[in-house]
């Protein structure tokens, strides 16, 4: 079995309404240091080892599933293996 996470985010040519919210309140508290912030998600999925290589199932399911191609990207890690 193997675990991997795999990370979804905004393209860099789509805006990010909740990460420039977000920035917008960091500011807010005085930290101005912070330059931008850029919001996505992961998801942790445990595959069986089966006929196909993890990395199939991996970009399978993202294409298929998890991923909106219009607007976002994916990379993944492999966090576990057993």
């Known amino acids: 079995m193997t675990t991997v996470r795999i990370y979804v985010t905004y393209k860099q040519s789509v805006f990010d309404p909740q990460g420039e919210a977000i920035t917008n309140s960091i500011h807010s508290l005085g930290h101005s240091e912070v330059k931008g912030v850029k919001v996505g998600k992961f998801f942790d999925v445990t595959i069986e080892e089966g006929t196909k290589p993890v990395e199939e199932t991996v970009k399978e399911i ?8 219009n607007m976002e990207t994916y990379s993944y890690k492999v966090l576990e293996e057993k």
Do not use: A, K, R
Request: hydrophobic residues 50%; negative net charge.
């Open 62 to 69: 993202s294409e298929e599933l998890l991923v909106n191609f």
